[in-house]
């Protein structure tokens, strides 16, 4: 089955040859081979996204901040953000899989299939970098308030921020699950269908959870982050603008999504 998949993918990718001649006779050939199995070319599309979901899950930890320090809430859920839009989940911890403390670090364990985590990653970095370039911008325009309220007023904009930013993500993933997403290739564009899109998150989040209850058999819930603060209306505003893409190696942006 895997090699066939295979060469249609090739196939299908040979369809957006820049040569007519050549793009033509794949979809000739495509063709014939969709009919001698009986699919379509959604059903095709959605089996090539199916089969290059990873299996492969594990947890790779993430420390920011200084030691002995509280974590960042912040930083926290623009991680969570990031992993939920991949499929994957963050468990905070304290303590190694023997119970031992870290060297003064709490750190954030992120759950997500070995294909996503260097993009988790990437896009984290990338974030927590423009939370702190919105933070100065404010500062800047608003300094008498910043000076005046302290701490808090930096506490409540960051996690305002964080939590908009959250929930963009969330309304992203949902629009996905409703209008499909298309899937960049080096030879053409895919759009992928509501039903594969939704089939593909479901696979994925049902080994993370496996995975999890295996390896976190006590994990017990932890309380959220309050909200409010004199920061906050600032944060959210700033954190609707920041756009969901990176800056790439070799100059431009690679946009969020689309993997």
Request: with cysteine.
């Amino acid at each position: 089955m895997a090699r066939s998949l295979s060469v249609l993918s090739k196939i299908l990718g040979l369809t957006a040859s820049s040569n007519p001649h050549e793009a033509k006779l794949a979809e000739e050939k495509l063709e014939q081979q969709l009919q001698a199995r009986g699919i379509t070319r959604e059903q095709l599309e959605q089996q090539l996204d199916m089969s290059t979901v990873s299996e492969e899950i594990e947890a790779t930890s993430f420390r920011y901040g200084k030691p002995y320090k509280r974590i960042d809430p912040a930083v926290s859920i623009i991680l969570q953000a990031v992993a939920e839009f991949y499929n994957g989940t963050v468990i905070n911890t304290a303590k190694d899989e023997n119970g031992n403390y870290f060297d003064g670090y709490r750190q954030h364990d992120v759950l997500a299939s070995t294909a996503r985590k260097l993009e988790i990653q990437i896009y984290t970095d990338f974030l927590i970098q423009a939370l702190q370039d919105d933070w100065t911008k404010h500062c800047k325009e608003d300094p008498f308030q910043v000076a005046i309220m302290g701490s808090a007023h930096r506490n409540s904009f960051r996690k305002a921020w964080a939590r908009k930013v959250h929930s963009r993500f969330a309304e992203m993933k949902k629009d996905e699950q409703t209008n499909g997403r298309k899937i960049q290739t080096e030879q053409r564009t895919i759009n992928q269908s509501a039903l594969a899109v939704t089939k593909s998150n479901d696979t994925e989040r049902s080994a993370i959870e496996k995975y999890k209850k295996e390896k976190y058999p006590r994990l017990r819930s932890g309380r959220g982050y309050t909200g409010g603060g004199s920061g906050s209306s600032a944060g959210r505003a700033a954190g609707s603008s920041v756009g969901l893409s990176r800056q790439v190696a070799g100059g431009g942006y690679k946009q969020l999504g689309g993997y």
